[in-house]
């Protein structure tokens, strides 16, 4: 079947033999893998759409992939025939409009450069996460990721201001140049952020600049409770730019790994605060206990994220891991973070095995259980309760192949026909990613 795809195309790199194509077939986690067909390796928007019309044509699943650093599954495919259409040399375009303060890439360019260049012109672009080097901008818009500056910037769908998307039938729809006000009808395209390659290849994007804003300090400060760390963290609102919670536990285990200092044992959680007050003004709002470690230079700032940084690569050395990621109301995650660790030695050898860290102000917690007896007891345990308190099942990471079925069971019936329908008006071929949000 590919020998048309190859005579239409004779530039397009196709992966076709296992080893060549061993570093796609299996995601971040190690959790999912499968056997594509091929991986191919586009350059071009146009290449894109020959390529979907091809698959479309032959009934051959299309799973897009950008730095393939999701955590749920949704960067490679299932047991039906598919390739993995890898976005990483899209690449061909990425400029900032000074006028209007946008900056368009290609998709395939990773998070950090795409910071980078924003900086290097004394912009800012925002969206933050430990995997920035190899996400890609496209990836982080197809799941509209969140990261450690949302409490002051918001998630990625706050920033995107234009996109250019391919549909499965080659369609090209080019709408990453827009005007700053364009109110022409409903903003549709805004569906394809969040979208999971369900719906269409996100080739190119646009996305709005912000001001620089830089900490003016950056501390790591114990706490007795997660309600403390809330209280401390939005004692300083808006001057807040990044509150993230971590385990004194958890951030040993990071310790060991990093080779850092061990944080000391008298308290169960360390808040990661950095805000853009001065610090004087912040200690008349906090009384910072005296074993608050406050960073004296640029290497302490960087010291101080690798305990919170580092969690997820940590967690991973450990085997049968389940990593969920949720988000319940401010005043609920305490009791919710009590609540799961009651129910985690029913399905992992002790309480020991849970790791609960997050982005503390936006009420996001990621839950991550090591060496877990009964994987699906567990993650359904732990949504059931994320449900019970008025959260979300997806704070960040999205529901790829890891939470599709407990998705779909949680929707009224309403919303699914309505979501099957916009899926099957542009993806009418259904290749696109379809064993998620299925
Ligand atoms: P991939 O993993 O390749 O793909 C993810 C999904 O998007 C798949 O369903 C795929 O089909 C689809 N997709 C990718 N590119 C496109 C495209 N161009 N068009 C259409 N669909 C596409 N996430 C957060 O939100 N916050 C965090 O703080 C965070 N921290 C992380 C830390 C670590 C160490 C790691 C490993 C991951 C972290 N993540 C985080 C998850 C992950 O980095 C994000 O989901 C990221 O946005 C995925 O980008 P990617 O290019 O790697 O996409
Ligand atoms: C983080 C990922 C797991 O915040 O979202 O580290
Ligand atoms: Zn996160």
Redesign the pocket.
Known sequence: VFEQLRAAMPELTVLTDPTSMAGFTSD?TGHWSSSPLAVVQPTTTEQVGEILQWASAHAIHV?????????VG??VGGSSPHIILS?KNLRSYAAIDHQRRTLTAS?GFTLGEIQEMARSEQFDYPVD???RD???I???V??N????RVIAHGMTSAHVVGLEVVLSDGTIIDAVDKLPKDNTGPDWLRLFIGS??TLG??TAVSVQLSEQRNPLWTALIPVTSIDQAIEMGLSLAPAVLAAEIISTASANEVATVAQLTPLGTDTRWWLLLEADCDFESAMERIEFPEETILAQQPSDVERLWTYRERH??MISRHNNVVKLDVSVPLSQLNSFIFEVSKLVPKYAPTADCLYAFGHVLDGNIHISVRDVTDEKGLTEAVLNLVVECDGAISA???I?RMKTQYWAEHQSASQLTVWRGIRKSLDRAGVM?PE?LA
Do not use: F, P
Not at 63 to 71: A, D, K, R, S
Not at 145 to 148: H, P, W
């Open positions: 971040w799973i897009t992939q950008g730095g393939n650093t999701g955590l949704g960067s976005t998709a996460i430990a995997a190899s996400a890609t496209g990836g982080t197809a799941t990721a969140g990261g450690i999971e390659g290849v996100i997820t690569e960040e990471h999205g790829g990613n998620v």
